[in-house]
């Protein structure tokens, strides 16, 4: 039994260049451990910072990392450029949500060393996910992600919609989970391999016409496209999207978008390249659908919340639209729209937090009626996001959207360049209504901070912490992404050198 023992060895780790991965799980203990302590000071401000301190040095020790080429853990995770820029996107995303929650109330409802423990948690499990090269690895990774995903937007457990919201995710997670197992099972059954290189070597063998086989691939891209709100599988966005707590929402639609967009390019340009002459034609009829729901639903909302969510669905459909060419300009393209995509849509989250707390009037578009004449600092920053969703130039959407345009177009796509061109015009309609909201409407009322006086200032009331001016922290996530946005619409080439160099990671199979 003791030589036996003796010659058991454990898988190779490279711990060097798992440190991002260490770093988030390492955070989410600390984080968690000093939110039990009692004193108010501790819990609202320093479990925060160390919630951002612990993202900083994720994106630290990416940076250490970066252009590694390696195999981890026995070859279970690809730790390379694509997955190194997806965990840079990760954790801007959670510094963001972080800052957006830091006066919520959420954190306050569910503890904050709970609550800022499962974001770290959930953006390890992105991490994983990307990174996946191995089947079992890859459930690992989305399970990881989603869990704490369905106790967050139900934090705010004395509000009826939170938990609602909650629950609807965790019902149709479930069965995106479910989809996405029973296609790998099949996946493993006709090829008898998990690792993605031996699966995309079985397949280049002879088995591309195993029924078997194409079963598992249709219902592994199902699952996907649960996670990543593809039409018809984008149900439950609007919902969900509505009633989680607006920081949790926003983190939601660029992170695990991302992350879904991350896990589909590797699985698809990788592990079933050899498959692709039978999910392109697939996946370019999702997108045009998609497009067109997306773009539809989002006209009649007046909900800020669910219209973004609609919004959301068409702006997976132009991603999943760089994606079905099946190239590495075209993965590039989704990697350059998808950090475009994060740095709009907080900007515009972050006014709508700022606006919910300001106003009685919710996420509701009245909320952000007279916001020129009010809020200058805020008007502009969701301008400025709105016109970008749109593809105005000048913004890095249109940058996003032009490099999408020409990679469908070199990629023999034209007709879905033109459908991408349409949902763009449709969605003028919505976005442009919520920039005249802000310029030219008046405000249906005062807000809560004009409303209480400063009497009641004094007291330290919620709304007085909005009179006082302790919404800084929101103003100043929307001024930077919107900043941002505007900075690589007009010096775009930094975004071009990052996605190329990750792009190459993809450029063997394609």
């Given at each position: 039994m003791i030589a036996a023992a003796a010659q058991l060895h454990g898988p190779h780790i490279n711990w060097a260049a798992l440190s991002p991965l260490e770093a988030l799980i390492g955070g989410s203990v600390i984080v968690l451990l000093v939110g039990l302590l009692r004193p108010r000071f501790i819990r609202e401000q320093v479990v925060p910072a160390l919630t951002v301190l612990s993202l900083g040095a994720t994106i630290g020790l990416t940076l250490w990392q970066w252009h590694t080429?390696?195999?981890?853990?026995?070859?279970?995770?690809?730790?390379?450029d694509l997955a190194l820029i997806m965990t840079l996107l990760f954790a801007g995303a959670g510094i963001a949500a972080t800052l957006l929650s830091w006066r919520g109330l959420a954190p306050r409802v569910s503890a904050h060393g709970d609550f800022y423990a499962l974001m770290l948690g959930s953006i390890a499990g992105m991490f994983v996910l990307v990174a996946a090269q191995n089947i079992i690895t890859l459930f690992i990774g989305l399970e990881?992600?989603?869990?704490?995903?369905?106790?967050l937007c139900a934090t705010e457990m004395h509000r009826a919609a939170s938990l609602e919201s909650g629950l609807k995710y965790l019902i149709i997670g479930s069965v995106g989970s479910a989809t996405l197992v029973y296609g790998l099972a099949l996946i493993y059954g006709a090829t008898g391999a998990t690792d993605f290189s031996a699966i995309a070597a079985s397949?280049?063998?002879?088995?591309?016409?195993d029924t078997l086989l194409l079963t598992g691939v249709a219902l592994v891209l199902v699952g996907l496209c649960f996670k990543a709100s593809i039409a018809p599988?984008?149900?439950?966005?609007?919902?969900?999207?509505e009633g989680a707590p607006t920081p949790v929402t926003a983190f939601m639609a660029v992170a695990t978008k991302a992350a879904a967009f991350g896990v589909l390019l590797r699985v698809l340009d990788v592990m079933l390249i050899g498959e692709r002459s039978n999910?392109?034609?697939?996946?370019?009829?999702?997108?045009?659908i998609t497009i067109i729901v997306g773009n539809v639903g989002a006209l009649g909302q007046a909900s800020l919340k669910r219209m973004l969510a609609y919004s959301s669905v068409a702006q997976a459909g132009y991603i999943l639209a760089g994606v079905t060419v099946a190239t590495e300009l075209g993965a590039r393209a989704t990697l350059l729209y998808l950090i475009v995509?994060?740095?709009?849509?907080?900007?515009?989250?972050?006014?709508?937090?700022?606006?919910?707390?300001?106003?009685?009037?919710?996420?509701?578009?009245?909320?952000?009626?007279?916001?020129?004449a009010e809020s200058p600092w805020l008007a502009w920053p969701l301008t400025i996001a709105m016109l970008a969703l749109a593809g105005i130039p000048a913004t890095a959407g249109?940058?996003?959207?032009?490099?999408?345009?020409?990679?469908?177009v070199s990629g023999g796509y034209t007709w879905l360049a033109i459908v991408l061109v349409v949902g763009s015009m449709i969605s003028l309609a919505y976005y442009l209504r919520v920039i005249a909201a802000v310029w030219m409407r008046p405000a249906p009322g005062p807000s809560i901070a004009t409303a209480v006086g400063v009497p009641i200032i004094a007291g330290g009331s919620p709304e007085a912490d909005v009179a006082a001016g302790q919404q800084l922290e929101l103003t100043f996530v929307a001024i930077v992404f919107a900043a941002a946005t505007v900075f690589f619409g007009i010096v775009p080439q930094p975004l071009f050198d990052l996605v190329q160099h990750s792009a190459h990671t993809l450029s063997g199979a394609l």
């Open positions: 080429h390696v195999a981890a853990i026995s070859g279970a995770l690809a730790i390379d990881l992600l989603s869990i704490p995903l369905y106790v397949i280049s063998h002879g088995h591309s016409s599988f984008h149900q439950w966005t609007p919902d969900v999207y999910w392109k034609p697939a996946l370019a009829a999702l997108a045009t995509y994060l740095l709009m849509n907080i900007a515009a989250f972050a006014v709508i937090i700022a606006r919910e707390r300001a106003t009685p009037y919710g996420d509701d578009i009245d909320a952000v009626a007279g916001l020129g249109f940058i996003g959207k032009f490099f999408l345009i020409s990679a469908l």
